[in-house]
């Protein structure tokens, strides 16, 4: 039997001899490994939190330039409860060209601010932020508050924007499209425009199953000589006394609201009766009688 063998093992060794069985080679790296920090060092993040605060300061300032022009829109559809135009007004669509041209540099910012409070908040999650000196280290913590800030003027501006003279110009027979032709960026027209992220309050709000958290708001009644009746999403809520601004109980969110002066018999509901808006702490309403 091992006589047997030994032609079945010569046959092996002369495979070996000749190339017929892999050789071993060597594992080898061709580029020594490393690790890319997020950040190059300390300098660079604290630039990133400069940069943010500046986007933060031109985004204040651009904000006031479009809900001034939003405004303005507003203005020529007619007051709070006064019946909308049934014809397209004159210069509706320039003013509308003139909202739709600054919401584009305002979301257009907040692209890049978004990205920046991205950087500073990825650098605390891996404590980066510890090499910034004290100053620095307020400033990262105070970005928080800075973003929340700027996501609830997103909620109120879309409102404004999209949800309440866009819907009040379709209605009069306005061209949106031909008020606010196609210059490139985000557009304010479009409701994913508007998204960055859900505030703190709101995901909290989620994680537990429970309603928007409580705030109070404002409602402006100093203009008019006469009591409104104020409803919000269809539910009265009460009148508000002539010429007095009080503040009002409500949930933060999307809402709709009916202002109606005592002397106007149409429901709430009809056209040129609701208006559409983001409500958070601080909101007001100024009421607008027409007289």
């Not at 500073?120 to 404590?127: F, H, P, T, V, W």
């Not at 402006?220 to 503040?247: E, F, M, T, W, Y």
Request: proline letters at 8%; charged letters at 25%; glycine letters at 8%.
């Amino acid at each position: 039997m091992m006589l047997a063998a030994a032609p079945a093992l010569a046959l092996f060794v002369l495979a070996a001899a000749t190339g017929g069985a892999p050789a071993d080679k060597p594992f080898r790296t061709e580029v020594a490994p490393r690790i890319d920090p997020v950040f190059d060092d300390a300098s660079s993040l604290r630039e990133a939190v400069d940069q943010f605060f500046a986007l933060q300061a031109e985004m204040e300032t651009v904000r006031d330039e479009f809900s001034t022009a939003v405004h303005g829109a507003l203005a020529q559809m007619g007051p709070i409860g006064a019946p909308p135009p049934t014809t397209c007004p004159a210069d509706i669509p320039r003013l509308y060209g003139a909202a739709s041209a600054v919401g584009r540099r305002y979301l257009a910012l907040g692209r890049r601010f978004a990205t920046r409070f991205r950087d500073i908040k990825r650098a605390e999650d891996l404590g980066d932020t510890v090499a910034l000196t004290p100053d620095y280290r307020t400033r990262a913590k105070k970005a928080h508050d800075v973003y929340q800030d700027r996501i609830r003027d997103y909620r109120e501006m879309r409102a404004a924007f999209y949800d309440q003279l866009a819907e009040e110009m379709r209605h009069a027979g306005c061209n949106l499209s031909a008020a606010a032709p196609e210059r490139g960026g985000p557009d304010p027209a479009i409701p994913g425009s508007w998204v960055l992220e859900p505030t703190e309050e709101e995901v909290a709000s989620a994680a537990k199953g429970g309603a928007a958290p409580s705030i109070w708001i404002q409602i402006d009644n100093s203009r008019c000589g006469q009591p409104s009746a104020l409803s919000i999403d269809g539910a009265p809520v009460g009148a508000i006394a002539a010429q007095k601004k009080i503040p009002v109980r409500a949930h933060a969110g999307p809402h709709e609201l009916c202002v109606m002066p005592g002397n106007d018999k149409r429901a709430c509901g009809a056209p040129g009766t609701v208006r559409r808006a983001y409500l958070h702490e601080g909101w007001t309403l100024v009421v607008r009688c027409g007289e």
